[in-house]
Nanobody, 124 residues
Framework: QVQLVESGGGLVQAGDSLRLSCAAS????????MGWFRQAPGKEREFVAA????????YYADSVKGRFTISRDDAKKTVYLQMNSLKPEDTAVYYC?????????????????WGQGTQVIVSS
């Protein structure tokens, strides 16, 4: 089990950058798949990005590929989401998530640990 606390959200303009952080507690962090989901008003939660325990394998939704980068620092038990070239359609609450190492990264059902979320608003 890990507990997840996100930070770094805010209000930015289109084209700006933000970096989200997710601080985790728990002894099994390094073995987990860590990821980010988001939920915009009136929409379902959607997969954004994930990273395997090794840090060398990453996954991205097509909508963010080339603009967002996920990374992790296992020594600090922290996961990051660097978001560049932000668009108004990136506006959402962003959730940090954790899944067992064998899970399928892009599936919502894979993740058994969720943070409280951090709001990102991108104005046009």
């Amino acid at each position: 089990q890990v507990q997840l606390v996100e930070s770094g959200g805010g209000l930015v303009q289109a084209g700006d950058s933000l970096r989200l952080s997710c601080a985790a507690s728990g002894r099994t962090f390094s073995s987990k798949i860590m990821g980010w989901f988001r939920q915009a008003p009136g929409k379902e939660r959607e997969f954004v990005a994930a990273i395997r325990w090794s840090g060398t394998i990453t996954y991205y939704a097509d909508s963010v590929k080339g603009r967002f980068t996920i990374s992790r620092d296992d020594a600090k038990k922290t996961v990051y989401l660097q978001m560049n070239s932000l668009k108004p359609e990136d506006t959402a609450v962003y959730y940090c998530v954790a899944a067992p190492g064998f899970a399928v990264p892009a599936l919502t059902a894979s993740y058994d640990q969720w943070g409280q979320g951090t709001q990102v608003i991108v104005s046009s």
